[in-house]
């Protein structure tokens, strides 16, 4: 039992070398986060403009037939933005794959 606390203390304090792996993660993360950005943010906002559709149509805002014509385009326009949302996704991703690829590849290979 003391040696396990006394690796754990070790551990928590001594300097932590950065490895080829640590590097190549690091650089996994910084090639995904922009795609998750923008798809969140794609997705929220298709979200929100379902949902005004929907409100328009269903005549919350207003009672004129104007406004559900309204609604229904703007809830299509919704449903439009977020099915192509996913493949969007995908699709920003692999070129994100592609362009950081084979410098990931590079540094898992270094010191081989």
């Known amino acids: 039992m003391k040696n396990l606390e006394e690796e754990r203390l070790r551990a928590t304090y001594t300097p932590r070398v950065e490895t ?62 977020v099915a192509v949302n996913y493949p969007l996704y995908l699709y920003f991703l692999k070129k994100r794959k592609e362009k950081y690829g084979s410098a990931i590849l590079v540094i898992l290979n270094e010191n081989k």
């Open 20 to 81: 080829n792996i640590d590097k190549a993660l690091k650089l996994e993360k910084h090639m995904k986060l922009p795609v998750y950005i923008f798809t969140y943010i794609l997705g929220i906002f298709g979200a929100l403009i379902l949902g005004v559709g929907m409100c328009l149509s269903l005549e919350v805002f207003g009672s004129n037939t104007i406004y559900m014509i309204i609604g229904i385009i703007l809830g299509i326009i919704g449903i439009v933005i």
